[in-house]
């Protein structure tokens, strides 16, 4: 089983800073998945990436797929208090399609305003 | 649209109990999921469906559970009998086939006394 590092477990910052959070592994991953899940809910997808080296925006989050697929992270700018939830990553392993995710325990992310 | 449907929300039972879990995929989606989370161990993938045949239970922990899919709408998770490690939250979630994106239920939170 490949296994997901993720950093920070916690963070907890004021509005307005910027943060980094990573998602490190020892394997390499066809593509690389980033959630978001708010307390009682399940998990929602922000993006996929799938090519090393592949930089992704939405709005104030980017994302970066490592070159060797090995690791990502999701960079947070002029954080809100709307960003706060658990970050997941999930890496889809070579050859075994979408359906063989491992997920990371998560980044707990407290946006304080 | 509505999302992954999972029910019941809360579920306390009693050590020795059976418990049944049900979820309801989105229309469409030929691929459902079984997941648990819990702060251990995080999200794990116990089993999935491609058109409801189950096509990997590996994740599945021991004979107590079960899953079924008897048609393209509807299926369900049972511990019996269920012990108090089986707490954790359970999410269902679906997908449409190549698409690699996992839409998850709201969960059901289990705890075993």
């Known amino acids: 089983t490949q296994l997901l590092e993720q950093s920070p477990q916690f963070l907890s910052i004021q509005e307005g800073e910027n943060l980094t959070v990573y998602c490190n592994s020892s394997?390499?991953?066809?593509?690389l998945q980033w959630y978001r899940q708010e307390p009682g809910e399940g998990p929602v997808l922000l993006v996929t990436?799938?090519?090393?080296?592949e930089v992704k925006k939405l709005k104030r989050l980017t994302f970066q797929f490592g070159d060797a697929r090995k690791d990502s992270s999701l960079h947070i700018t002029a954080a809100q208090p709307g960003d706060t939830g658990l970050y997941l990553c999930?890496?889809?392993?070579?050859?075994?399609?979408?359906?063989?995710?491992?997920f990371g325990k998560g980044t707990k992310l407290s946006v304080i305003p | 649209d509505a999302g992954v449907i999972q029910s019941p929300r809360h579920e306390v039972t009693e050590m020795g109990q059976e418990v049944t879990l049900r979820c309801k995929p989105i229309?469409?989606?030929?691929?459902l999921f079984w997941y648990r989370q819990t702060m251990m161990r995080g999200l794990e993938l116990l089993i999935y469906?491609?058109?409801?045949?189950?096509?990997?239970d590996s994740g599945m922990p021991e004979d107590r559970f079960s899953a079924k899919m008897p048609n393209a709408s509807f299926s369900n998770l049972k511990i019996q009998p269920s012990e108090p490690r089986d707490s954790a939250v359970y999410f269902c979630?679906?997908?449409?086939?190549?698409?690699?994106?996992?839409?998850f239920g709201e969960g059901s939170r289990l705890t075993v006394l």
């Open positions: 999930a890496g889809a392993q070579p050859g075994a399609g979408s359906y063989q995710l491992t």
């Open positions: 394997s390499v991953f066809s593509s």
């Open positions: 990436v799938v090519t090393g080296g």
């Open positions: 229309s469409g989606h030929d691929y």
């Open positions: 469906f491609n058109n409801n045949v189950p096509i990997d």
């Open positions: 979630a679906s997908d449409s086939g190549g698409a690699g994106e996992l839409f």
